[in-house]
C-alpha cells in the first residue's frame, strides 16, 4: 500500500495509459466506466494477496453503465451484476457525443466492450490475476476508442501569441520507414514473413494534450523534411537531426500537466512537487522536440528524437531525470522491437502521415490539412 500512496503511483506507465488519459471525454456514463476499470488495474498491482471483492465491485459498476435504472447493489457482485445485466438498455447515454456518421463503429465497439466485460468479471471471480491484466487492458482500449468517436477535438484555445501556428486538434499517425545503413536484412516482415531489409515504425501524435508540438511535426512530415534522413542512436534515444542549412522555427515548450485543463507553455513542470504530465517523458517511445542551446523555454522547431526509457535513466519515484523538460507530444505505437535495432547511420527512408490529417489546422494559410 505504501507503493500505491506514492505521489506517481498513478502516473501513467504505458502508452495505452497516456493516450487514453489525453483524450478530452466528456460522455459521464463512459468516464465512469473507464474509472471503474482503471480502479481494478490499480488494485491488481498490489502484491500478494489482492482485494478481489473491491475489483469484482468495480467490475459491477462498469456493466451497471448499460443497465439505466442505476442500481445501488452496485457494490455488492451478486445485486450489482445481476441488476446490471438484467437490462442492456442504456446503450443511448453510452453512445451520446457520436457523430451519426460514426453510430455504427460505436455500437460495434459497445458490443466489444460488453463481451470483454463479462470476460473480465469472470477472471476476477475465478481469481485469475494473468487474464484479469489482458481483459481489463482489453476493455480500457475498447473504451478509449469509443471516447475518441466522442471527443469534439480541443478542449481550450491556444494562447494568442501562438494563434497563427500550425496545430493539431487531435489524433494523427506518422509512419515512418526506415532502413539500415549496410541494407542488411535486419526486421522481421510482419505481413509476409522472414526479414526485411526495411522496417516499420508508427507515431501516434497526440494533439489534445500539446497540439503546437504536434501539428508543426505534422507539417514538417507533410513537406518532406525527415525522408532519406540519417538517423543518430545512443541507449538513450534515436535522434533525427533538423534540417542545419535553414532550421526550422523553435517552437515552444508545451505540456499538459495532469488535473488542468489546458497546456503550459514555455515552464518546465516541477516534477518534485507532484506536477506531474498528462504525457510522460519515462514512457519508452515518448516522442518529443530537442532542446536547443541555452534555454528551456523553447524547443527545436525540427530535429526530434524518440526516448528509450528503461529503469537507468530513472530515479526512485521510477521517473526519467528529465521527467517534465521536454514536451511530449506522442509515442510509438507499433514498431518499438524496429525502434531498438536502430543505429547511427541508418536512414528514415520515407515518413508520411497515414491518418488524422483533417486534424491538421493552418491558420495562416485559412485551410485544414485535408484542403492545402
Keep these: 500500500m505504501a507503493v500505491l500512496n506514492s505521489p506517481n503511483a498513478r502516473i501513467p506507465r504505458t502508452v495505452d495509459a497516456a493516450l487514453r488519459r489525453s483524450i478530452p471525454a ?25 482485494p478481489w471483492g473491491n475489483m469484482a465491485g468495480d467490475v459491477a459498476a462498469a456493466l451497471a453503465a448499460f443497465d439505466n435504472r442505476n442500481t445501488q447493489a452496485v457494490g455488492n ?8 445485466l438484467a437490462a442492456f438498455d442504456n446503450r443511448p447515454a453510452l453512445l451520446a457525443g457520436v457523430p451519426p456518421a460514426q453510430q455504427p463503429e460505436a455500437e460495434q465497439l459497445l458490443d466489444e466492450l460488453f463481451a470483454k466485460l463479462k470476460q473480465l468479471e469472470l477472471a476476477v471471480k475465478t481469481q485469475q490475476p494473468d487474464f484479469v491484466g489482458v481483459r481489463i487492458a482489453d476493455s480500457l482500449k475498447r ?89 543518430q542512436a545512443s541507449y538513450a534515444s534515436v535522434i533525427t537531426p533538423g534540417n542545419s542549412v535553414q532550421p526550422r522555427p523553435p517552437i515552444p515548450l508545451e505540456n499538459l500537466p495532469a488535473g488542468t485543463f489546458d497546456p503550459l ?36 522547431g525540427d530535429e526530434w528524437f524518440i526516448y ?17 523538460t521536454f514536451g511530449v507530444f506522442g509515442y510509438v505505437t507499433d ?34 490539412g485535408s484542403s492545402s
Excluded: C, W
Excluded at 456514463?29 to 494477496?49: C, F, H, N
Excluded at 520507414?177 to 501524435?205: M, R
Design 143 to 231: 473504451i478509449a476508442d469509443l471516447e475518441l468517436l466522442q471527443a469534439p477535438g480541443l478542449s481550450f484555445s491556444l494562447p494568442r501569441e501562438y494563434a497563427s501556428r500550425p496545430y493539431l486538434a487531435g489524433r494523427a499517425i506518422v509512419q515512418l520507414t526506415v532502413e539500415k545503413a549496410d541494407g542488411s536484412l535486419a526486421f522481421v516482415d510482419n505481413l509476409n514473413g522472414g526479414l526485411s531489409k526495411q522496417g516499420t515504425v508508427l507515431l501516434t501524435l497526440d494533439g489534445y494534450s500539446a497540439p503546437i508540438s504536434a501539428g508543426n511535426f505534422v507539417v514538417n512530415v507533410l513537406d518532406g523534411l525527415y525522408n532519406n534522413k540519417p538517423i
Design 77 to 84: 457482485m451478486a445485486g450489482g451484476v445481476a441488476a446490471a
Design 26 to 50: 466528456f460522455n459521464p456514463q463512459v468516464q465512469a466506466m473507464q474509472r471503474s476499470l482503471e480502479d481494478v488495474a490499480y488494485l491488481l498491482r498490489i502484491p500478494q494477496r489482492k
Design 265 to 300: 507553455y514555455r515552464l518546465p513542470l516541477d516534477v518534485q512537487s507532484g506536477e506531474l504530465p498528462v504525457l510522460p517523458l519515462s514512457i519508452a517511445g515518448a516522442v518529443s522536440m530537442t532542446h536547443l542551446p541555452d534555454t528551456e523555454s523553447f524547443l527545436s
Design 308 to 324: 528509450k526509457f528503461d529503469k537507468q535513466q530513472a530515479g526512485l519515484s521510477g521517473l526519467s531525470f528529465d521527467e517534465g
Design 335 to 368: 514498431g518499438m522491437a524496429v525502434v531498438t535495432k536502430l543505429q547511427t547511420g541508418d536512414t528514415i527512408v520515407s515518413a508520411e502521415v497515414v491518418s488524422g490529417l483533417e486534424r491538421l489546422v493552418r491558420p495562416e494559410a485559412g485551410s485544414n
